[in-house]
């Protein structure tokens, strides 16, 4: 758990529990499902491998899911968020929503 500065944390093997609290705080998931919650300030949530739930709560936050089916919710603020590969849910908080899919294709 961050304090009221700016944090870098980072998850480990297993599920992990991230919580950024006041400042611009970097989350940095691990390889298993973990929830990252940025509380206020700017932040950059990395969910990386596993099936995340990342909230960015108040100010410009940065969501990258990552691989994974993700769960992703920017909060208040002017918000960035990228799903990553897999059935990604996303919440872009009251702010008009972009959303586009990225498709992986193969050519031989």
């Not at 304090?3 to 006041?22: C, E, H, K, S, Y």
């Not at 950059?44 to 990258?64: P, S, V």
């Not at 990228?82 to 899919?101: E, P, Q």
Request: proline fraction near 1%.
């Amino acid at each position: 758990m961050g304090l009221d500065g700016n944090d870098i944390l980072f998850g480990l093997r297993g599920n992990d529990v991230l919580i950024g609290g006041n400042g611009n705080d970097t989350l940095n998931g691990g390889s298993e499902s973990d929830l990252l919650n940025g509380g206020n300030g700017n932040d950059r949530l990395n969910g990386e491998a596993g099936n995340d739930t990342l909230i960015g709560g108040r100010g410009n936050d940065f969501l990258n899911g990552g691989n994974g089916n993700d769960r992703l919710n920017g909060g208040d603020g002017r918000d960035t968020i990228i799903g990553g590969l897999g059935n990604d849910s996303i919440d872009g908080g009251h702010w008009v929503m972009i959303c586009f899919k990225v498709m992986m294709v193969a050519i031989p």
